[in-house]
Nanobody
Framework: VQLQASGGGLVQSGDSLRLACVFS??????MGWFRQAPGKEREFVAA????????SYADSVKGRFTISRDTAKNTGYLQMNSLRPTDTAVYYC????????????????????WGQGTLVTVSS
C-alpha cells in the first residue's frame, strides 16, 4: 500500500487549502489525517470510513475542516477552511484495512500505512 499526500503550501490566516491523498494497493477501511507541528507530537486531525459516511474530527478543527473520499479515484481529501497559524504542521495521511471502532480512529497506532507528509504553513 502506498499513500501520496499533496496540496500543502504557504497561506495566510483565514485562507483555505485542500489536501489530497492518493492510495495505491490494498483497499483501506479507514483513512485518517494527522499532523505534526515543529517540536510537538503527531496529533489526530480527522478520519473517515471508506464505506458509509462515518467521520471523526479533532475538536480543534471541527467546523473548519472537512474530510471526504472519492472511492472511484481511490483518493481522500481534507478541506481546510479558516486556517490559523496554529494549523501550521506537516500533514500526514494514513490508512488501515482494519474496521476500527470510532474511538480508535484518532489513534496513530491504529494505522498501518502512512504517506510522506505535506507541509502546511499558515502565516498571521
Amino acid at each position: 500500500v502506498q499513500l501520496q499526500a499533496s496540496g500543502g503550501g504557504l497561506v495566510q490566516s483565514g485562507d483555505s487549502l485542500r489536501l489530497a491523498c492518493v492510495f495505491s494497493g490494498r483497499m483501506y477501511d479507514v483513512m485518517g489525517w494527522f499532523r505534526q507541528a515543529p517540536g510537538k507530537e503527531r496529533e489526530f486531525v480527522a478520519a473517515i470510513r471508506r464505506a458509509g459516511r462515518s467521520t471523526s474530527y479533532a475538536d480543534s478543527v471541527k467546523g473548519r475542516f472537512t474530510i471526504s473520499r472519492d472511492t472511484a479515484k481511490n483518493t481522500g481529501y481534507l478541506q481546510m477552511n479558516s486556517l490559523r497559524p496554529t494549523d501550521t504542521a506537516v500533514y500526514y495521511c494514513a490508512s488501515t484495512a482494519s474496521n476500527l471502532i470510532l474511538s480508535s480512529m484518532a489513534t496513530a497506532g491504529s494505522y498501518e500505512y502512512w504517506g510522506q507528509g505535506t507541509l502546511v504553513t499558515v502565516s498571521s
